[in-house]
C-alpha cells in the first residue's frame, strides 16, 4: 500500500486522500475524535476537519484507507453512545 504521511503511526494511504482531505485534517480527527466506531476489523472515526466540517476517516489495522466529509448514513453515530457499534 502506498504510503503518502504517518499520522501517529498509523499510515495515510494515497486513497485515503483521493476525497481532498488534508493529511493534517486527519490526524486532528485521529487525535481528537468525537466517536469511535468499531466495525469489525475496522475503525470509523468522526471529528472535525480544519475547517470545522465534520469529516469520516475509516482505519483498518494500521492504515487510514478512507476520509471524507462525513456523509449523511453515519449521522446517527454523533447521537448514539461513543462504544455503540450496532447502526
Known sequence: MSCADRAGGV???AGALKHG???EAIRGVLAEPLRQVPQGERVLYIGLGEDRNLLEI???GRSVIHAMRLRPKNYAYLTSSPTDSTR
Open 11 to 13: 499510515e495515510i494511504s
Open 21 to 23: 482531505i488534508p493529511a
Open 58 to 60: 475509516v482505519v483498518e
